[in-house]
């Protein structure tokens, strides 16, 4: 679907502004703001500037090459990401602080300092050059959230092996798929993994994966022990254990990259169909990681920095491991579920660690709000200082739970719009500088130059949405799709030359801040008015007994399409006729009768990708009768099955 000459409505008005407490501004990192200025006049000078934050083995001649759709950054600058995560902290005062605190879900605990980190990585870099990896050779890692995960992405990085994470959570056919698209080497896994006391079968799974593919070697973690059923195949299995026993102990001398190198690859989320692999460099992707890391997360040495995604998602990648540490900082890992052993998981672990910079997903705000305010009540979040959102549109009223909840009305929370294709923050506030509304990621990050245009690319103005672009390249921006260039330049350079389409509606209001409207491909048409889902969902969440919501537009004969809703209500709430008077009133009070939904069904889940973000076309393919589309991210598939005998049931 596209914008055309119509233009997407805006209709959801929210008023509400925080400004940055004086006494955060007067400590931040970043808090002049001639910086946006500075940046735009001149964003190869600042990102140049930003580039020098790392070590470089050799200094880069030029700073950009732009050739669209390709970018060349930071040229024939040579460094090493592992190098810079790692091994300059090892030396000097960082060398015994805590790099890594993990918390298993069991209730073990790990700390590794930036000079025990070291080591493990330097023997990992040993052993999986013993297996015969080399520089550019791909390694797909397939592992839970402990610390062998960062650890294996690490030896990559110092060897120039290319790492392909696949989060744990995906099954044996999503995960095939990426070997042979990757056409990898070496495959690291573990036994099993802890979920929510379960065990996820993780090298059974792999097993069935690796039989159509050219995976030399597996590496197997033991994370779980006998309970997993894991079976070894002689010649190709071996134990992570053996091996690291046997890896000489001396330092691996890092590998001098390009700064074009490629770092790693990484699927996307497959929200919206075929995840494509994604290419990351190393100089512009590092520099990217860390600046947003000083700029937009304020980082800082005292801080104790924990982010809640999976290391198998772009957010992990970032902001577990390559930000945090390029940093210096101390990040708190988590293996397992937010609610287990209870629904204060997360809250135990902010008091246990004196957590200060707390980084999560609107869905797990909202499922905090369900469970309701009691359980970060009875933990002391005191510690935290800053909050961040990332993954989808925050819900206004979801952004203010986690402002009162866990924030304690204190602390500044940056929504952080960005993709695993712009490999950092794009669009988020420096929380030293600029003032926050709730459900608005603000403005483009210093050096990044943002705008929302129609059809012919021309600037929509305040008036209207449209679709969001980036109009200038940026360090750490996609170098390409894996083994398909003309996708890359389909997907993302197509429509607009030389002009980057994240396949976002959005629109600025008068202050030039920009708000997302929910993904071009989810556009709902109702009588020729144009509407984004964001402001529909979030005016339904808005209501006091609505947890979460997912709207989608049906066909229709007469107004095109009709707006159907899927609400999850919070825990106690009953569901009735009522209820969907009152939440139907709510809309049209909030944004006007035209987005009145014409049905609202309630579930207790929605249909969610296995990185826990709505997915919209499965929920069309449901009240449109169709046959589903492709399925294999999403995380439970029983979700969809119960919604369409719901359906059904509805008719
Ligand atoms: P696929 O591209 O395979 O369909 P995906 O788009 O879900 O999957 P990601 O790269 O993980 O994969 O997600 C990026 C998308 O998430 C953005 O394009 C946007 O739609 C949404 N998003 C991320 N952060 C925000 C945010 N702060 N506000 C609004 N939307 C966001
Ligand atoms: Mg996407």
């Given at each position: 679907m596209s914008v055309d000459s119509e233009k997407l409505s805006t209709l959801l008005h929210e008023t509400r502004s925080f400004s940055p407490s004086d006494e955060f501004r007067a400590q931040a990192n970043f808090n002049d703001e001639t910086i946006y200025e500075r940046a735009a006049n001149d964003p190869e000078a600042y990102w140049a500037l930003q580039a020098e934050q790392l070590t470089w083995f050799q200094p880069f001649e030029n700073v950009l090459n732009w050739e669209p759709p390709h970018a060349q950054w930071f040229v024939g600058g040579k460094l090493n990401a592992a190098y810079n995560c790692v091994d300059r902290h090892a030396v000097g005062p960082r060398k015994n602080k805590a790099a890594i605190i993990w918390e298993g879900e069991p209730?073990?605990?790990?700390?590794?300092?930036?000079?025990?980190?070291?080591?493990?990585?330097?023997?990992?870099?040993?052993?999986?050059?013993?297996?015969?990896?080399?520089?550019?050779?791909?390694?797909?890692?397939?592992?839970?959230?402990?610390?062998?995960?960062?650890?294996?992405?690490?030896?990559?990085?110092?060897?120039?092996?290319?790492?392909?994470?696949?989060?744990?959570?995906?099954?044996?056919?999503?995960?095939?798929?990426?070997?042979?698209d990757a056409d990898a080497k070496v495959l690291i896994t573990a036994d099993g993994g802890w979920r929510r006391g379960g065990v996820i079968p993780l090298k059974a799974n792999a097993d069935e994966a690796l039989s159509a593919t050219k995976v030399e070697n597996v590496v197997v973690v033991r994370r779980v022990g006998d309970s997993a059923g894991a079976t070894m195949q002689e010649g190709r299995d071996v134990y992570w254990h053996d091996l690291m026993a046997k890896a000489p102990t001396t330092p691996f001398e890092a590998e001098p990259m390009d700064s074009e190198?490629?770092?790693?690859?990484?699927?996307?989320?497959?929200?919206?169909?075929?995840?494509?692999?994604?290419?990351?460099?190393?100089?512009?992707?590092?520099?990217?990681?860390?600046?947003?890391?000083?700029?937009?997360?304020?980082?800082?040495?005292?801080?104790?920095?924990?982010?809640?995604?999976?290391?198998?998602?772009?957010?992990?990648?970032?902001?577990i491991v390559y930000g945090p540490l390029s940093a210096g900082a101390t990040v708190v890992m988590y293996e397992g579920g937010p609610d287990y052993p209870g629904r204060d998981r997360f809250w135990e672990i902010v008091e246990k660690y004196g957590v200060t910079i707390f980084y999560t997903a609107p869905t797990s705000i909202r499922t905090f709000m369900k469970w309701g305010p009691e359980h970060p009540a009875a933990h002391d979040l005191s510690t935290l200082r800053l909050l961040g959102t990332v993954g989808e549109p925050i819900n206004p009223e979801a952004w203010m739970w986690f402002h009162q909840h866990i924030g304690n009305e204190r602390c500044p929370i940056v929504d952080t719009w960005w993709q695993t294709e712009t490999g950092c923050a794009m669009i988020a506030p420096l929380p030293g500088i600029v003032p926050t509304k709730p459900g608005s990621a603000t403005r483009a990050v210093p050096g990044i130059d943002v705008d929302v245009v129609d059809?012919?690319?021309?600037?929509?103005?305040?008036?209207?949405?449209?679709?969001?672009?980036?109009?200038?390249?940026?360090?750490?921006?996609?170098?390409?799709?894996?083994?398909?260039?003309?996708?890359?330049?389909?997907?993302?350079?197509?429509?607009?030359?030389?002009?980057?389409?994240?396949?976002?509606?959005?629109?600025?209001?008068?202050?030039?801040?920009?708000?997302?409207?929910?993904?071009?491909?989810?556009?709902?048409?109702?009588?020729?008015?144009?509407?984004?889902?964001?402001?529909?969902?979030?005016?339904?969440?808005?209501?006091?007994?609505?947890?979460?919501?997912?709207?989608?537009?049906?066909?229709?004969?007469?107004?095109?399409?009709?707006?159907?809703?899927?609400?999850?209500?919070?825990?106690?709430?009953?569901?009735?006729?009522?209820?969907?008077?009152?939440?139907?009133?709510?809309?049209?009070?909030?944004?006007?009768?035209?987005?009145?939904?014409?049905?609202?069904?309630?579930?207790?889940?929605?249909?969610?990708?296995?990185?826990?973000?709505?997915?919209?076309?499965?929920?069309?393919?449901?009240?449109?009768?169709?046959?589903?589309?492709?399925?294999?991210?999403?995380?439970?598939?029983?979700?969809?099955e119960s919604l369409k005998s719901q359906y059904k049931e509805a008719d």
């Open positions: 209730g073990d605990s790990r700390v590794l300092t930036y000079d025990m980190l070291r080591r493990e990585v330097d023997k990992a870099a040993h052993a999986l050059k013993g297996l015969g990896v080399q520089k550019g050779d791909r390694v797909t890692i397939y592992l839970p959230m402990i610390p062998e995960l960062p650890i294996s992405m690490l030896a990559c990085a110092k060897i120039g092996a290319i790492h392909s994470v696949v989060f744990g959570g995906f099954s044996s056919k999503s995960l095939q798929q990426r070997l042979e190198d490629i770092l790693y690859l990484l699927y996307t989320s497959g929200t919206t169909g075929k995840p494509k692999g994604i290419v990351h460099s190393t100089g512009g992707y590092l520099t990217g990681a860390n600046t947003s890391m000083r700029s937009v997360f304020d980082i800082k040495d005292e801080d104790v920095w924990f982010c809640t995604a999976d290391i198998g998602w772009v957010t992990g990648h970032t902001y059809e012919h690319g021309q600037s929509v103005g305040f008036e209207n949405g449209g679709y969001l672009v980036i109009k200038k390249p940026w360090p750490s921006m996609l170098r390409t799709v894996w083994g398909d260039d003309e996708r890359f330049r389909n997907t993302y350079f197509g429509k607009f030359e030389g002009i980057y389409l994240p396949g976002d509606g959005a629109h600025l209001d008068e202050d030039g801040y920009v708000w997302i409207l929910g993904r071009i491909d989810d556009v709902i048409n109702v009588s020729g008015h144009r509407i984004g889902t964001a402001e529909v969902e979030s005016a339904l969440v808005s209501h006091s007994s609505v947890a979460e919501a997912a709207v989608i537009g049906r066909s229709h004969d007469i107004k095109g399409q009709a707006i159907t809703a899927f609400v999850t209500v919070r825990e106690g709430i009953e569901t009735n006729q009522e209820l969907v008077a009152a939440l139907k009133q709510t809309v049209v009070e909030k944004i006007g009768a035209m987005a009145r939904p014409e049905e609202i069904i309630f579930t207790a889940e929605l249909p969610k990708t296995r990185s826990a973000k709505i997915m919209r076309r499965l929920l069309r393919d449901i009240a449109e009768g169709r046959v589903l589309g492709d399925t294999t991210t999403l995380a439970d598939p029983s979700v969809v």
